[in-house]
Nanobody, 127 residues
């Protein structure tokens, strides 16, 4: 069993930056990929960024390419999401997720590929 805890959310003005952290505990050796999703009330959960664990390739939604960076510190069992040039459209609850099997690369940003989820952290960007 893997447990995920996110942190780092908050309120920023447009153009600002935040870094989210997701610490994994438990059976972390079983984690094959990790990802960040976000969700606004009334909207579907959107895949933002994902990475194969152990220094693998990263994947991004078109809406965040060039602004967000996902990274991993395997020694700390932590995945980060560095978010730069934030805009009001980035306002959402951000969730960390872990997959215990290798997703097909085309499905790296698909929520159903991930079996473990954190509780979420709120990001609010004001214009």
């Amino acid at each position: 069993q893997v447990h995920l805890v996110e942190s780092g959310g908050g309120s920023v003005e447009a153009g600002g930056a935040l870094r989210l952290s997701c610490v994994a505990s438990g059976a972390t050796s079983s984690v094959k990929a990790m990802a960040w999703f976000r969700q606004d009330p009334g909207k579907a959960r959107e895949g933002v960024a994902a990475i194969f664990t152990g220094g693998g390739t990263s994947y991004y939604a078109d809406s965040v390419k060039g602004r967000f960076t996902i990274s991993e510190d395997s020694a700390k069992s932590t995945v980060y999401l560095q978010m730069n040039r934030l805009g009001p459209e980035d306002t959402a609850t951000y969730y960390c997720a872990a997959a215990n099997r290798f997703p097909w690369t085309t499905y790296m940003l698909v929520a159903s590929e991930y079996s473990t989820w954190g509780q979420g952290t709120q990001v609010t960007v004001s214009s």
